[in-house]
């Protein structure tokens, strides 16, 4: 690890200031420690924030919640009225990582966190989300656990976190704030973006800017499930993950909300196949739609080719299972 400054912010206003001056933002830092151990984040000044007042989780008007950034995701997942208005939530936070990680990670920084493709991390590889310009060893090499939508000819790696897929299908908006310009109120779809030409940029985030909280709309109608297919029972990162909400009435689908990880660069929202369910008679025949809807763009990589069919798969037992 490369030596660096620290600076510890005990307000907003503080951690601004020191942001607009450089810097990264640590809270748990459950990834960006990991990350300057292998030196493939080498900042030079860290502000922590973790003593911010960004913990609480409040009820809305509109009757959704605000969660503070720095809720960890131990406690969010266990808290009563994510498991009662927002259990795909719940159960995607517990579907992550490890007890002690989930303890220690915070809200906004398991929005943040960054791939774990194995060349991003190896320093000796070609990784242009790591080093602009050098090029994409996954591309042609062991890529198993990458991208099979939305991926381009720089960079086909895997957005990790299960909680922003579920917090994609529930409509999530991310809270931010910058110096002098007060909040920021950004839809969590366009919070990332696609790795196009610029791998390396994956958020909208301007320099400095500081998510503070994320808000929930009121609950989506019908029943909820998160599902994720994983090579072990915990610990491990999507293949696959699934976040649906489903509304039927009188045999017909009313409403439709799918999300999925494991599958793109970021939490990927299928609106084709949400569309391809609404109004259509809850059955294979719709089910089927909807997978062909979502996965009519997706292109395997050699390793990778099976996603294809295990996303199919997974999304028409999820439909099945909630429509039953």
């Known amino acids: 690890m490369k030596p660096f400054d620290y600076a510890r912010a005990e307000t907003v206003d503080e951690a601004l200031a020191a942001g607009a001056s450089g810097g990264r933002y640590i809270a748990g830092g459950t990834n960006l420690i990991d990350l300057m151990k ?15 007042a960004l913990d609480g989780v409040e009820e809305t008007a509109a009757g959704g919640l605000r969660i503070g950034a720095l809720v960890p995701n131990s406690d969010l997942a266990a808290h009563p009225l994510i498991r009662a208005r927002y259990p795909m939530l719940s159960r995607a936070l517990l579907a992550g990582a490890s007890a002690q990680l989930r303890n220690k990670a915070s809200t906004a920084g398991n929005l943040l966190q960054r791939t774990r493709c194995y060349y991003f991390y190896e320093t000796a590889a070609a990784c ?20 099979v939508l939305g991926a381009s000819a720089s960079c086909i790696a895997t957005h990790p976190s299960d909680m922003a897929v579920a ?21 969590l779809g366009d919070l990332y973006r696609l790795p196009g030409d610029t791998p390396e940029i994956e958020t909208n985030l301007e320099p400095g800017e500081l998510i503070i909280a994320i808000e929930l709309p009121a ?3 019908g029943r909820q499930l998160y599902r ?44 084709e196949a949400e569309t391809a369910l609404v109004g259509k008679p809850a059955g294979t025949e ?6 062909e809807a979502l996965l009519r763009d997706a292109r395997g990589y050699g390793h990778n080719d099976f996603k294809i069919v295990l996303a199919r798969r997974t999304l028409i037992a999820c439909l099945r299972d909630l429509t039953a």
């Open 38 to 52: 292998l030196q493939v984040e080498t900042p030079t000044r860290l502000i922590d924030i973790s003593r911010l």
């Open 228 to 271: 994720k297919v994983r090579d072990r029972a915990s610990y491990a990162f999507a293949l696959v993950s699934v976040a649906a909400a489903i509304a039927v009435e009188d045999g017909a689908v009313t409403s439709a909300r799918l999300a999925f990880g494991g599958l793109a660069p970021m939490p990927w929202r299928s609106a």
């Open 286 to 291: 719709a089910f089927e739609a909807a997978a």
């Open 167 to 187: 917090l994609r299908a529930l409509d999530t908006v991310v809270v931010t704030a910058l110096p002098d310009r007060g909040e920021r109120r950004i839809a």
């Open 219 to 221: 609950p989506p109608p």
């Open 128 to 147: 242009n989300k790591r080093e602009p310009g050098s090029g994409c060893d996954a591309i042609g090499g062991f890529n198993r656990i990458h991208a």
